[in-house]
C-alpha cells in the first residue's frame, strides 16, 4: 500500500513513504498524524468516516489516492473506489481491526461485533436467523428483551393499545353493571319528573311567601300602631318611674318601722324608769340595814376582843389546873418529907440526910409557888368569860354560853358582808340602768327627727308626682311598664324586621319605618292577598320540599352529568385508540346507551385478542429461532482457536506468562487462561497487558479476515503505555509480522520509539514537523 494526502484540513501534500515492512512515522502532538491516518481510512474506504469513534476532526472528505495490491492486482482508492468493493473487509472491520486510533486497542464488546466476524469468516446464519427474529418481533410487535407487547411507535404502539384497550374494555363492563344496578338508564325520566314536581312545589310556596308578607304587614303594621300610641301616651307618664316608687315604698317601709322602734322605745323607757324607781327602793332599804349593822360593829368588835382575851385565859387556866392539883400533892407530900429527914438528920447527925431534907423544903416551897399561880390564872380565866357574855349580849347577841359568841359574831360579819355587797351591786345597776335611760332617751329623739324628715321627704315625692298616695302612683307606673313593655314588643318586632332607624325621636322612627312597610309590600298586591291563607308550618314544609326536589334534582342532574361524561370518556378514550393496523378500523361509541357500550367492549376485546394471537404466534415462532440462534452462536469459539493465532501472539507478546486467548459465547466476550490455569477477563487485566491482548487479537482477526494472507495495520502509538519491556516485545511481533509479509505504519510521538525502537530494528522512520510551518517536509532515515 502507498499513499499520497493532497488535501485534508490543515493537512496537504503529505506523502511519507509506505514500504514492505514496519514504517514509522513520527512528530510530535498537533504535526498532523491523526489527520493523515483519519484521511487514509476515509480514502480507503468513505463509510469508514460513520463509524469512527471518535469522529473526524475534519468535515470535508480528503483528497488524494492509496494504491493497494489484493491478490496480484493494483488498485487505486481515491474516495469513489473502496475496500469494500475489493476485499472481505467492511468499515467497522477496517476501523477496530486494522486500525489503532487515538492509543486505543480495545475491540468493540458487543456480541454483534463478533458474529459479524464470523459471518465474514465461516459459514453461520446469525445474521439471517437475527432478520427472521427481527422480523417475527415486527410481527407480534414484541420487545427486544423480554419480548412483551411493546409500546414503541413502529408498531403503532401496540402495548400501549392493548393495555388501553383491554383497561377500557374492563372499565366499560364495571360501568354497564352499574347502570343496570342503578338504573342509570333512567336518569332523564326522573329528572323530567324531578323538575316538574320541584315547579309546582315553587309556585306553591311563592302563594305562601305572599301570604306571609301579607300577614306580616298586617302584624307589623298593628306594632306599628301600637308604637306609636303607646309613645304619645308614655310622654305623660314620663315622671312616673320605678325607681321613685320603690323610694316611695322604702320611705313607708321606714316610716312604719320607726313609728313601731318610737313606740317600743317610749315602752321600753317607761320600763327603765319603773325599774330605776324599784332599784333606788331597794338601795335605800339596804343602805338602812346597812347602817344599822354598822352601828353594831363597834360593841360587836369588843366582843371578838374579849372572845380573844378569853381563849388566851382559856389556854392558860386549862394548865393552871393540872399544875394546881399536883403541886398541891408535891407541897403537902414535900413539907412530911423535910419533916421527916430533918428529925432524922438531928437524931443520926448525918449530913446527907439533912441536905436531903433541905432539897425537900426548897421543892415544897416552888411547888407552893406554882399553886398560887395558878390558882391566880383560874380566876383571871372565869373572870374573861363573864365578860365575853357580858360584850356579846351588848353587841346584841342573844348568847347562852361563851361558845355561841364566835358563830354569832361569824354570823354578823357575813351578814354585814352581804349587805355591803348588795349595796355596791345595787348601786353599780342604779346608775347602769340610769345610763340606758338616758340612752334611750336620746334615741328617742333620734329617731322622732328621723321620723320627721321621712315624712316631709315622702309627702314631697307625692306632691311632686301630684297623686294623694303611694297606691295611687303605683297605679302610674304599673301602667307606664306596662305601656313601656307593649312598645318595647312593638319596636322589637319592628326593629326585627326592618332595624333600627337611624333617629332619636319616636315619631322620627315611626316614619321610617312606616317606609320600610310600604316597601316591604311593593312586590305584593296585599288587597289581592289573603293573609289568612299563611301557614308557617306549610311555608316551612314547602320551603323544605324544595329545598330537598333541589338537592335531588342537583345530585340526578350531577349523575346525568357524570354518566354523559362518562359516555364521553368512553368514546373519546376508544377514538383515541389507533385499532386501524389491528382490526381494520377505528372505533367509538355508536349509541349512548348500556347496548352501545357492551358493543365497544366486544370490539375491544377483539383488539386485544388480535395484538394478543399475533404476539402468542411470534412467541413460539422466536423460540424455535433462539434455539437455532444458540446452536449458531457456539460456532463463535472458533474464532479463537486454543492454537490459533491470537493465543500464540499474546504468549509471546507477555513472555509466556498467559497461554491461550478464547471467546465465552455465553458472556460474548474475550477471556484468557494464565499460566497457572486462571481464567480471567479483560477488565482484571493491567493496562499493558490489556493493551498487548487486544493486539495480538486484532492480529489473529486480521489474519482470519485475510486468509491468512498478510494485509497492512495502521498503528496510531498502540503501545503509548507500555513499558521498555512491552514496547520492546510489541515490536518484536511487529518485526514478526512484517517478516510475514505484512506492511505496517506506526504513527508515534513517543521519543522512545523514534529514538531507541527505530534504530534497534532498523526501521524506515519519517519525522513530521508541526502543522504551522508553510511545508511539510519528510526526513528519511533507514
Not at 472491520?93 to 475491540?107: T, Y
Not at 314547602?542 to 342537583?554: A, F, H, N, S, T
Request: glycine letters at 6%; a negative charge; one cysteine or more.
Amino acid at each position: 500500500m502507498t499513499a499520497e494526502i493532497d488535501r485534508y484540513g490543515p493537512l496537504y501534500d503529505c506523502r511519507p513513504p509506505c514500504e514492505d515492512g514496519v514504517a514509522v512515522l513520527s512528530g510530535p502532538n498537533e504535526a498532523g498524524k491523526t489527520l493523515y491516518l483519519e484521511a487514509l481510512l476515509q480514502l480507503l474506504e468513505p463509510e469508514a468516516s460513520k463509524v469512527m469513534d471518535p469522529a473526524p476532526r475534519v468535515s470535508e472528505a480528503p483528497t488524494g489516492r492509496i494504491i493497494v495490491e489484493n491478490g496480484g492486482d493494483q488498485y487505486e482508492c481515491d474516495g469513489d473506489t473502496s475496500l469494500c468493493d475489493i476485499s472481505a473487509i467492511e468499515p467497522r472491520h477496517l476501523q477496530s481491526v486494522f486500525v489503532v486510533q487515538d492509543n486505543d486497542l480495545a475491540l468493540p464488546s458487543d456480541q454483534e461485533y463478533y458474529t459479524s466476524l464470523i459471518e465474514k469468516l465461516g459459514d453461520i446464519h446469525t445474521t439471517e436467523i437475527n432478520a427472521i427474529q427481527s422480523e417475527l418481533k415486527d410481527r407480534g410487535r414484541l420487545t427486544d428483551a423480554r419480548l412483551n407487547i411493546s409500546s414503541d411507535q413502529s408498531y403503532n404502539h401496540a402495548g400501549n393499545v392493548h393495555d388501553d384497550a383491554e383497561a377500557l374494555a374492563e372499565d366499560i363492563r364495571e360501568y354497564t353493571a352499574r347502570i343496570e344496578e342503578e338504573s342509570l338508564d333512567e336518569l332523564e325520566a326522573r329528572r323530567l319528573r324531578l323538575k316538574r314536581q320541584l315547579r309546582e312545589s315553587r309556585d306553591q310556596l311563592e302563594t305562601q311567601k305572599q301570604a306571609k308578607t301579607a300577614a306580616e304587614y298586617e302584624r307589623l303594621s298593628g306594632q306599628l300602631e301600637t308604637y306609636q300610641s303607646t309613645s304619645d301616651r308614655l310622654t305623660d307618664l314620663e315622671s312616673f318611674d320605678r325607681d321613685t316608687l320603690s323610694e316611695l315604698r322604702e320611705l313607708r317601709n321606714d316610716l312604719n318601722r320607726d313609728r313601731a322602734d318610737l313606740e317600743d322605745l317610749e315602752s321600753q323607757i317607761e320600763s327603765k324608769e319603773d325599774e330605776v324607781e324599784e332599784i333606788e327602793a331597794t338601795l335605800e332599804d339596804l343602805e338602812t340595814n346597812e347602817t344599822g349593822l354598822e352601828r353594831r360593829e363597834s360593841a360587836v368588835d369588843d366582843a371578838r376582843t374579849a372572845l380573844e382575851t378569853y381563849r388566851n385565859h382559856q389556854n392558860e387556866a386549862t394548865g393552871a389546873e393540872r399544875r394546881l392539883t399536883l403541886t398541891k400533892y408535891v407541897t403537902v407530900a414535900g413539907l412530911l418529907a423535910t419533916g421527916g429527914t430533918g428529925v432524922a438528920g438531928a437524931i443520926t447527925g448525918s449530913l446527907p440526910a439533912l441536905g436531903f431534907g433541905a432539897v425537900l423544903l426548897l421543892t415544897a416551897i416552888a411547888s407552893g409557888v406554882i399553886y398560887y399561880q395558878s390558882s391566880q390564872r383560874l380566876t383571871a380565866f372565869e373572870t374573861s368569860r363573864e365578860a365575853v357574855l357580858r360584850t356579846a349580849r351588848d353587841a346584841g347577841f342573844d348568847v347562852e354560853s361563851v361558845e355561841e359568841v364566835a358563830p354569832a359574831i361569824e354570823s354578823f360579819d357575813g351578814q354585814l358582808s352581804q349587805v355591803r355587797d348588795r349595796v355596791t351591786r345595787k348601786d353599780q345597776q342604779l346608775q347602769d340602768a340610769e345610763g340606758e335611760l338616758s340612752d334611750l332617751r336620746s334615741e328617742k329623739s333620734d329617731l322622732e327627727s328621723q321620723i320627721t324628715d321621712q315624712e316631709g321627704r315622702f309627702e314631697d315625692l307625692l306632691e311632686a308626682a301630684d297623686v294623694e298616695s303611694i297606691d295611687e302612683y303605683e297605679e302610674q307606673v304599673d301602667a307606664r311598664e306596662e305601656l313601656d313593655s307593649d312598645r318595647q314588643t312593638a319596636k322589637q318586632s319592628l326593629v326585627d324586621r326592618f332595624g333600627t332607624p337611624d333617629a332619636d325621636d319616636p315619631d322620627a322612627k315611626a316614619t321610617a319605618w312606616e317606609q320600610d312597610l310600604a316597601e316591604l309590600v311593593a312586590d305584593v298586591e296585599v288587597d289581592d292577598v289573603d293573609a289568612d291563607t299563611y301557614d308557617e308550618s306549610r311555608l316551612q314544609e314547602l320551603e323544605e320540599k324544595v329545598e330537598r326536589l333541589g338537592e335531588e334534582l342537583d345530585d340526578l342532574q350531577a349523575q346525568l352529568t357524570e354518566h354523559d361524561d362518562k359516555m364521553d370518556g368512553f368514546d373519546r378514550r376508544a377514538r383515541e385508540l389507533n385499532t386501524q393496523p389491528f382490526i381494520g378500523r377505528s372505533l367509538g361509541l355508536d349509541s349512548r346507551s348500556k347496548d352501545g357500550l357492551e358493543m365497544l367492549a366486544s370490539d375491544l376485546d377483539t383488539v386485544v385478542d388480535e395484538i394478543e394471537e399475533d404476539a402468542e404466534l411470534s412467541r413460539k415462532a422466536l423460540d424455535v429461532f433462539n434455539r437455532i440462534e444458540v446452536q449458531e452462536e457456539q460456532k463463535l469459539a472458533n474464532l479463537f482457536d486454543p492454537d490459533g493465532p491470537a493465543s500464540q501472539t499474546f504468549e509471546q507478546v507477555t513472555g509466556g506468562r498467559y497461554t491461550e486467548v478464547a471467546y465465552d459465547a455465553e458472556e460474548h466476550e474475550i477471556v484468557v487462561e494464565r499460566r497457572d490455569g486462571r481464567i480471567l477477563t479483560p477488565e482484571v487485566l493491567s493496562q499493558g497487558t490489556k493493551d498487548q491482548l487486544y493486539f495480538a487479537t486484532r492480529v489473529s482477526l486480521a489474519q482470519q479476515l485475510l486468509g491468512n494472507e498478510s494485509g497492512f495495520l495502521l498503528l496510531d502509538d498502540p503501545f503509548l503505555a507500555a513499558d521498555p519491556e512491552r514496547l520492546r516485545q510489541g515490536f518484536e511481533t511487529l518485526q514478526q509480522l512484517a517478516d510475514d509479509g505484512w506492511q505496517i505504519l506506526y504513527l508515534t510521538a513517543k521519543q522512545e520509539v523514534s529514538e531507541t525502537m527505530v534504530n534497534e530494528y532498523d526501521l524506515v522512520h519519517t519525522q513530521m514537523e508541526s502543522l504551522s510551518s508553510a511545508t511539510q517536509s519528510a526526513d528519511i532515515s533507514r
